[in-house]
């Protein structure tokens, strides 16, 4: 349930309110926002009855969420979530745009790549340097030599950075060299490591399992949350359907579906959802279109000679036009670029 606190209670009240939430049993949220203060009482508390309130100093309204996931829904907070980072701000009206290499592969490539999204206007730098490949046989990222030079290029550029994290153990290390930490499609139900990113305060971006519904999404976005992280990021990288031509099938329905169900950021990958570098800009732009409040797209100086997902990625020049042509739908939307 979510405690409604009236306008202009006071610190006393909220934390009477908090106190009496964790005497009947439940965790308490606390969302500070800009009109009230509202707090989200999780767990399994005494049975919820509608008076359960009544009495509390300060208190506006109780409202009980009926849906699984409780501090990623709307019912739970009214506003986007907004994220702030290093003056950037990532969620409602930004469009953010991440961009790199799938994998950070030497000096030269990242750092020609960071100047390059640099002064397209991107924001954040992308570059995997652990990968998670579906061979055993394919390149398996840098590790932590990729992770120094993805770091370096962000130092270099005043780019932020994304990169994945695998696992648990990696997380103290990755956390050390980017500013975002990426679960990939693979590890979205990886409940250790949604744990482990819950008690990191360093923002995540969230993606999709490939066979996951947008419930599963919110409820591994839940997870991150409900362990008081609530910088998280979700993104929609296509999904596995009967379509062959294509990768994966990118869920445009997706984006306005969990902004409707969330007020977390929705991104989206237009690179995994297609798999074709061609495909790429036309998906991106319907993202946008849609609202999509970033785009996380894989760009390369020599896609040919990429060690991963060369066949989906842009090459420098393609970028910087798509990201011309980002700008008009932008501002047709209500967006800023
Ligand atoms: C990636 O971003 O390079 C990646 C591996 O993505 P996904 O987890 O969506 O497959
Ligand atoms: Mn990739």
């Given amino acids: 349930m979510v405690i409604v606190m009236k306008h202009g209670a006071t610190s006393q009240q909220i934390g009477e309110a908090i106190q009496r939430i964790e005497a009947l049993g ?24 509608p008076d359960i309130a009544d ?16 501090l990623a829904s709307r019912d739970f907070q009214q506003e986007d979530t907004v994220i702030a980072l290093n003056g950037s701000r990532i969620g409602s009206d930004q469009l953010v745009v991440m961009a790199g290499p799938c994998s950070v592969e030497d000096r030269c490539q990242i750092m020609e790549t960071a100047q390059a999204v640099k002064e397209a206007g991107a924001k954040v730098l992308r570059g995997g340097a652990f990968k998670p490949r579906s061979s055993p046989y394919s390149f398996q990222g840098m590790g932590e030599a990729g992770l120094e030079l993805l770091h370096e290029a962000g130092q270099e550029t005043g780019l932020l950075t994304v990169t994945e994290v695998m696992s648990v153990e990696q997380m103290p290390l990755v956390a050390r060299h980017a500013d975002i930490l990426q679960i990939g499609a693979r590890n ?27 419930e599963e999404l919110l409820m591994a976005a839940e997870y991150i949350l409900s362990h008081g992280n609530r910088r998280v990021m979700v993104c929609e990288r296509g999904i596995r359907t009967f379509e062959t031509y294509t990768r994966n099938t990118f869920d445009l329905n997706a984006i306005p579906a969990l902004q409707e169900q969330s007020h977390l950021p929705v991104i989206a990958d237009p690179s995994h959802g297609t798999g074709k570098a061609a495909l790429v800009g036309a998906v991106a732009k319907g993202a946008v279109a849609a609202g999509a409040s970033g785009l996380l797209i894989e ?25 011309g042509e980002l700008k008009g739908i932008a501002v047709a939307v209500g967006k800023r670029l």
């Fill in 26 to 49: 439940y965790q308490a949220h606390v969302v500070r926002g800009v009109e009230r203060t509202i707090i989200g009482a999780v767990g399994n508390g005494r049975t919820f009855t």
């Fill in 55 to 70: 009495g509390w100093d300060g208190v506006e309204q109780v409202v009980r969420i009926l849906k699984p996931f409780k």
């Fill in 188 to 214: 979205m139900q990886n409940y250790p490591l949604l744990h482990a990113a819950g008690e990191s305060q360093h923002p995540v971006l969230l993606k999709r399992g490939m066979s996951a519904t947008l």
């Fill in 299 to 323: 760009v390369h100086p020599n896609p040919a000679k990429a060690v991963s997902d060369g066949a989906q990625s842009l090459t420098l020049e393609a970028f910087s036009k798509l990201m």
